[in-house]
């Protein structure tokens, strides 16, 4: 019996992983395509989180293109189709809503950071 409570608590803890890292990824998609001074593109990302956490911690590229089809689905951002090289690439580009979920994705997030801080003591 211990043994399947604890198999369900790892499976919650892997999902729970999961969505949280998702989310995370949300913010930081939406974040780069707000305040950067250059085109952001899905690779563009992808390469910034390989330098910040390094290529064994960072979302491959498909995770980060599943995160922008549903942030683009959701109609948060949108992209350009252009044609480099004799391929397509997509530069994102953040919508007043994204601009609007972004703010309150923070703000959520500062609340959280804010509680667990008043825990601790």
Known sequence: MCDVIMDKVADYLSSWNGRLRAAFLDIVILN???TSTNPVYPYSISKKLNSLWGSDKAPPLPTIYSS?????????IHYNEEIKGGRV??????????FDLLDKMNSEL????ADIRKQKR
């Open 68 to 76: 922008i089809k549903r942030l683009e689905s959701n109609g948060f």
């Open 110 to 113: 500062q609340n959280l950071l």
């Open 89 to 98: 690439q997509k530069q994102l580009i953040i919508q007043e809503s994204g």
């Open 32 to 34: 780069e395509s707000a």
